[in-house]
């Protein structure tokens, strides 16, 4: 199986219309993974509540108190 990237819209029927054709066999079955992003609703935070959570995760990175994906 081979994998092919496209982006799409979903409408209001749920369903989807890619931004450009797929140039693949036509006419035939394909398994489709739809990757929605998930939105980040900062309304609930002040921008000075976001900046002091950056500044604190990126002294973590460069002091190096993170923890390996693995162990999550």
């Not at 939105?39 to 460069?62: K, P």
């Amino acid at each position: 199986m081979k994998a092919l990237k496209s982006m799409a819209t979903i409408n209001e029927q749920g369903q989807l219309t890619l931004d450009s054709p797929l140039i693949n066999d036509k006419n035939s079955r394909v398994e489709v993974i739809v990757l929605i992003p998930e939105q980040i609703d900062l309304e609930d935070q002040s921008q000075s509540e976001v900046l002091a959570d950056f500044r604190q995760a990126w002294h973590e990175a460069m002091t190096g108190k993170t923890i390996p994906v693995s162990q999550l």
